[in-house]
């Protein structure tokens, strides 16, 4: 079980609060992540990666275990303790704006 | 009594504004998707209670809400945007290369009889259609692929498809422009297109009457008469009798030609509305006074509407969609600012109030007509 918080713009547009958890069937990756967040909640498709290449948007950064992931590659195996749902994997949007 | 529900884009969401036949008193609803860049919402005019919303964030990409119940409840609809093929480049502001990427849905048009057809402009300049009321969307690819199409360059906003015009009269004909690229026509329903600028003059390009490259703000047309077009451009307001063939000007005694909306009269072909801003450089009024200006001849002879308008320290903005008319008689005329305020008329621009005056920066308004 993997538990993901998501920015509150995206969990409005989902209509969810809090924190959201997900069985991964196969290696804990954040692709495999976005995978599970984007069959769930079909309209959360393209605000987190871009749907023709697949990237991380340009705003939208991941942390986990006080680390920065974003520049992770998106199938490199998560953390541990993000695997094991110890620590969750957090959707941000970046700090803009001043 | 007829209703009228005016539909609203802001910076920060969207908002529906509703009044009875009097339109007097009104009730605003929303935010509608708070925090979001609202480009445009519009109703299908074949059932009024079928909208659609274009929704974006520079984090979070495009999305696209639809209501079938007027405005009350949203759901998210399809967000693909994929342009047909391999897109290339068109020019960039110094002139190079620059591959086509989507940024976002500027404007929404609605089918004239199908609830479940939308015609979206978008920023990079290009034309979708869905036919499954928003969860699909394909591009009409032979206006990206126009031979000029390497040659557009964007204007300060982007080089955005900001307008779309359904001919009435005949459902293979439709208007679109660019900026900066110009006016465009199709007379096959979208496979093949044709650049309308002839006559168009426009000093900041080398050749001042090119066929493509003119940064047309916005374009009008009566439905009664849909081969007449107005124009407000960069600079210069233009009218068509020829469903674009040719262009003159008609800005007469208009004290700045620049702006950026452009409408029509509801029952009046040849009464034409623009709000005239300083400059390219200024955008806001000539001297802080807030001015509609009103032609009753199609052009040339302007007359300047003040009554309940702010005539001293306004420095606000118009946008190209942040103006539309309502089909009552007397006909409605309604504009929103940068600065956040909505205006009304219900005496056809002869006076003014402002329905709310203190709403985030809008970016494009739209009113329905209800029973």
Known sequence: ?98 | MSRVRVLVGTRKGAFVLSSDGNREKWDVGGPHFAGWEVYHVKGSPADPNRLYASQSSGWFGQVIQRSDDGGTSWNPVGNTFAYDGVPGTHQWYDGTPHPWEFARVWHLEPSLGDPDTVFAGVEDAALFKTTDGGASWNELSGLRKHGSGPHWQPGAGGMCLHTILLDPKDPERMFVAISAAGAFRTDDAGATWKPINKGLRSAQLPDEDAEVGHCVHNLALHPARPSTLFMQKHWDVMRSDDAGEHWREISGNLPPDFGFPIDDHAHEPETVYVVPIKSDSEHFPLDGKLQVYRSRTGGDEWEALTKGLPQQNCYVNVLRDAMAVDALDACGIYFGTTGGQVYASNDAGDSWNPIVRDLPPVLSLEVQTLP
């Open chain 1, 1 to 98: 079980m993997i538990r993901v918080v998501l920015p509150a713009h995206l969990r409005t547009l989902a209509r969810i609060e809090g924190e959201q958890r997900f069985e991964i069937g196969g290696p804990a990756t954040i692709a495999a992540v976005l995978d599970a967040v984007e069959a769930r909640h079909p309209m959360l498709r393209g605000t987190i990666r871009d749907p023709a290449t697949g990237k991380r948007r340009a705003f939208v950064r991941f942390f986990a275990c006080e680390r920065d992931l974003s520049h992770d590659p998106l199938d490199a195996p998560l953390p541990a303790a993000i695997a094991n749902g110890a620590e969750p994997l957090l959707v941000v949007g970046a700090m803009a704006g001043g």
